[in-house]
């Protein structure tokens, strides 16, 4: 019986996942790959033409399979990058997205002093967390989260990252396990903001696979984002800083509700594809 070569197990499974409708398939195929047989994408070019025994390919097909069914390549594969940290991901919480690590960038950028307290509202996998918790090694972190699963992996990661000890983790509603009169620098949130029917329209490896709680805060996508904005003040320092990652075309409304609430210094900055994605705004 003739051997399969890795190049040709990666061109038919390319041809399998375009046929299901999966981008970038070729990207999917290699890393998949990879991954059942514990090769970086650079050992798999340098073994193109070595045969594969029938007991690599059953570590194949299976991951294959599960990617046919628009399952998320990160949580097949386990984990996913994030500001340099390698972060687990499974179906307890949302994966981070690049346009979470532009939130974080831009915080860093308004900082000139470390901020000394910072908070994590909504943590989720503990991305945004873990990854100021290790851009400011001096400050006392806390990470918010009201699912325990979730909060759950997050503590995993922070064990994976070597920062079990750098960030508080409380489950809670918001603010509702948050010590009274307790105050932060920096609040940081990265909420649901889509609405139900924007999740519904989304692709299949969002509304069938992540946890529609983390994406969606009901009919009113807005309804999280105007509910950090009008309770942060409160939890704010003099001069702190509360940052959201937002939805398309809730600006307008942030906008107007921060100028009630007496926000200063607000921004409203697009993500990298142009689209609306970010409030900045400090309180006196």
């Not at 390319?14 to 059942?36: M, P, Q, S, W, Y």
């Not at 990617?67 to 972060?87: A, D, K, V």
């Not at 990265?190 to 329209?201: D, I, R, S």
């Not at 689209?275 to 006196?284: I, P, S």
Request: proline residues 6%; contains cysteine.
């Amino acid at each position: 019986m003739s051997m399969h070569t890795l190049l040709e197990i990666i061109r038919r499974s390319t041809e399998f996942l375009d046929k299901h409708g999966i981008e970038n398939a070729r990207l999917n195929a290699e890393l998949l790959t990879g991954h059942a047989l514990g090769l970086k994408r650079m050992q798999l070019y340098l073994q193109f033409e070595r045969p594969l025994a029938e007991s690599e390919l059953e570590k194949i097909r299976p991951l294959m399979k599960r990617r046919s069914t628009r399952e998320p390549l990160q949580y097949i594969i386990g984990t996913t990058e994030f500001c340099g940290l390698t972060l687990r991901v499974d179906r307890r919480a949302l994966i981070p997205r690049p346009e979470t690590e532009r939130l974080v960038e831009l915080i860093t950028e308004r900082f000139a002093a470390p901020p000394a307290r910072v908070l994590d509202l909504g943590t989720g996998s503990g991305a945004i967390a873990l990854a100021l918790a290790q851009h400011y090694p001096a400050a006392a972190v806390t990470a918010i989260e009201r699912s325990a699963g979730a909060l759950a992996l997050a503590r995993e990661n922070a064990a994976a990252c070597q920062l079990a000890g750098r960030v508080r983790w409380i489950e809670s509603d918001w603010f509702a396990a948050v010590p009274a009169g307790e105050k932060f620098h920096l609040i940081a949130a990265n909420p649901p903001y889509l609405t139900a029917a924007e999740v519904a329209e989304t692709e299949p490896e969002v509304r069938a696979h992540e946890p529609v709680d983390a994406l969606t805060p009901g009919p009113d996508g807005a309804a999280a984002l105007t509910w950090i904005l009008r309770t942060a003040p409160e939890r704010l320092e003099p001069g702190g800083l509360l940052a959201m990652e937002t939805g398309l075309a809730q600006h307008a409304d942030l906008a107007s509700l921060a100028a009630g609430l007496g926000y200063t210094a607000v921004e409203l900055l697009r993500d990298l594809t142009g689209r609306d994605r970010y409030f900045l705004a400090r309180v006196e």
